[in-house]
């Protein structure tokens, strides 16, 4: 009897692996055209703000495979003029992806092309996992397509930064492992451990991954025996791989943190809590959801709206700040009362998709806290959505509020985005080609997308040691970034020309708008309808 019950199991959770592996992209696929339909107008779209790190490693890849980081970078404001392992992160995943792309001379087309078979493979997982988490087909198509409709994905989706290949990446060794869990086959524990392996070398705040993995495995294993040494081997695995792609990624085998400590503040912490809090009511809308879902979220929503009526009223504060503190510790309160929940009801499912969305909680101590980094756990966020919004009376109402929100937001940051990261390529082609056309040696300073296309365009990047410009030459300096002292430097210079830019449909990053798609330090918002500045570009002969 024992045996045939045992039989039954393995049959049945054979049919549930196939279940799952038939259903996976076509429950996705509602996900996938929504993501081409929004992102293939924009997709030459221009490369912009860190886009060009990741392309000049993939490039260092053609030349030399193993040492994607040897070559000197000037970046930073003011600007940090070194060998590319001392100014940015030590991870290189997104250099050896970019190489198909990098051989044919990374045509914008094709690098987002390439980011959108990525995030076809995130949607995938996401729905998959859905499934292995009990939801059903409906419930976990719209799990994909929340992911989708997130406006940060699709902005990220459009670049070169390794953000969306990370979240896929995570997801699918998330999926793996769910699917581990209840098969036991060595082929879906090797594959997990090596997707969450590789993920946290696009992001590395994912190596939090691992032992949330731990979570997985034991939200899957009651009344079952977990051999300890497979639990081990598959973290040795993640590991390894980890560790051999950190090491590979310096310059010459030089030894380098992660992450330079000169990014790292503890002043930080407060600040990036904040965002991270107030990104989980927009632009991922958790927080919003959990106040649509009952009795005890319609509450906190009036009493959300009450705090801010008598902050902005009574307390005399400026209404952006009440805005976001405000939502911020509505969302703050919705994961502790989420937390609760899972620990009363001994949810391991439910904790595991809280720890997935805590993980950016890693990096609250970086030099910011953009809602990229939120992406490595959109999946978890989406489905949590969808689980807070399955008890509602309305909830096909509030989900069509949600989407038709994050799709409006998606569209705006998309077209917005475009936009401003135009500019540094029309920079390029204006101010830049015809000189070097011409015959003229053309220098450079400024960071972003400049930093890709003058160099595109035959000019040099003018670093604060090494060959200087001579009387004749000509230098582009650009609004982002520092102009490393010209004026002390080059006290004898004539302008030539200079290219304003001024934005038509909204910014995505302003100061002034208070838009920081890139970075919260430059403001709280993803998308600003204020339109103004966007940058500007002088070009100067050295007399």
Known sequence: MTALLSAEADRSAVESRGHAAAHRFILAIPAILLALLLVLPFLNKAFAVDDPVFLLESTQVMRDFWHPLHFDLCWDNPPVCAAAPLVVPHVTLMAY????????????????????????????????????????????????????????????????????????????????????????TRSSGVAAAVLLGLAPLARPHLLLLVPIAAIAIASGTKGQRVRPARVLSLVAISATIFLLGVRMAGSDGANVAIIQPRLIAAARIVFNLCSYFWYLVIPFPLGLAWMMASRRGAALLLAAVAIFAALTRLGDVNGQV?????????????????????????????????????????????????????????????????????????????????????????????????????????????????????GHAVWFTGEWGIYWYAQRAGARVLMSAGPQPTAGDLLLVGSEGAALNLGERFPHRTLLARKEYVSRFGRTMSHEAGAGLYSNVVGPFIWSPGNGYLGSYELWRID
């Not at 670049?159 to 209840?182: E, F, V």
């Not at 959505?385 to 989900?399: E, H, M, P, V």
């Open 97 to 184: 992806f970019l190489l198909p792309a990098t051989w044919f001379g990374s045509p914008e087309w094709l690098v987002h092309l390439m980011q959108l078979a990525a995030l076809c493979l995130g949607l995938a997982a996401t729905v998959s996992i859905a499934l292995r988490l009990r939801c059903n087909e409906l419930e976990a198509s719209l799990s994909g397509l929340m992911v989708a409709a997130f406006p940060p994905t699709l902005a990220y989706t459009n670049g070169a930064t390794p953000d969306i290949l990370a979240m896929s990446l995570g997801a699918a060794g998330i999926d793996r492992l769910l699917l581990w869990r209840q098969v036991r």
């Open 322 to 438: 009440a805005l976001i503190v405000v939502c911020a510790c509505s969302a703050a309160f919705v994961l502790l009362a989420t937390v609760h929940k899972a620990v009363r009801e001994r949810s391991w499912n439910l904790m595991l998709l809280i720890a997935w969305t805590a993980i950016p909680l890693a990096a609250v101590s970086y030099i910011h806290l953009p809602p990229k980094y939120l992406l490595g756990g959109a999946p978890a966020i989406a489905i949590l959505i969808i689980l807070f919004l399955r008890k509602s009376r309305f909830a096909t109402a509030f989900l069509c509020v949600l989407l038709a929100g994050c799709l409006t937001l998606s569209w705006l940051t998309l077209r917005a985005d475009t936009e401003f990261a135009g500019k540094a390529r029309l920079a390029a082609e204006d101010l830049v080609r015809p000189e070097t056309a011409a």
